[in-house]
């Protein structure tokens, strides 16, 4: 989590919201991203889906079966349903996101049912250093208003 926590903070030094994700394959480090919405203006770019986007040149395929993702901030649904269509295993994400998060706070994609594939997830690691990384962007941002 400490690797998606330094992605995290490469976005809010590049005045992005601050998420970072790391991929691991059988313990060794695959892909890192952070998120890039606004310097390249594709609402897609957010971490998991550039990390997964880079985990897949890198193992030449789309199916990261036996991968396993930190993620900052509990995933949206586009983002759960990536890591869903990609097969990831696991996901450990650190803050929750009671408005928005489609592993356990809004709707379980990660364990639809319905689904090909379902994801184990574990939330709250390191979750007050996550959460307050997000607080600390926005509150910032709130100051900048005139």
Same mark, same amino acid.
């Given at each position: 989590?400490?690797?998606?926590? %330094?992605?995290?903070?490469? &976005?809010?030094?590049? +005045?992005?919201?601050? @998420?970072?994700?790391? @991929?691991?394959? +059988? *313990?060794?480090? !695959?892909?890192?991203?952070?998120?890039?919405? +606004? %310097?390249?203006?594709?609402?897609?770019?957010?971490?998991?889906?550039?990390?997964?986007?880079?985990?897949?040149?890198?193992?030449?395929?789309?199916?990261?079966? +036996?991968?396993?993702?930190? @993620?900052?901030?509990?995933?949206?649904?586009?983002?759960?349903?990536? @890591?869903?269509?990609?097969? !990831?295993?696991?996901?450990?994400? *650190?803050?929750?996101? %009671?408005?928005? &998060?489609?592993?356990?706070?809004?709707?379980?994609?990660?364990?639809?049912?319905?689904?090909?594939?379902?994801?184990?997830?574990? *939330?709250?690691?390191?979750?007050?250093?996550?959460?307050?990384?997000? %607080?600390?962007?926005?509150?910032?941002?709130?100051?900048?208003?005139?």
């Amino acid at each position: 989590m400490n690797l998606a926590i %330094k992605e995290a903070l490469k &976005g809010f030094q590049e +005045d992005e919201v601050p @998420i970072g994700a790391v @991929i691991v394959i +059988d *313990g060794k480090v !695959i892909s890192k991203a952070h998120n890039i919405t +606004d %310097k390249t203006q594709i609402a897609t770019k957010h971490a998991e889906i550039c990390a997964i986007e880079k985990a897949c040149k890198k193992t030449g395929s789309w199916r990261l079966s +036996d991968a396993e993702m930190y @993620i900052t901030l509990e995933p949206c649904a586009m983002c759960a349903g990536a @890591i869903a269509n990609a097969r !990831i295993k696991r996901v450990y994400f *650190g803050a929750y996101e %009671k408005k928005s &998060g489609c592993a356990a706070s809004l709707y379980p994609v990660l364990s639809e049912n319905g689904l090909n594939h379902s994801t184990e997830y574990l *939330g709250g690691i390191s979750e007050e250093e996550c959460s307050a990384l997000l %607080k600390n962007y926005f509150k910032s941002k709130r100051v900048q208003k005139p």
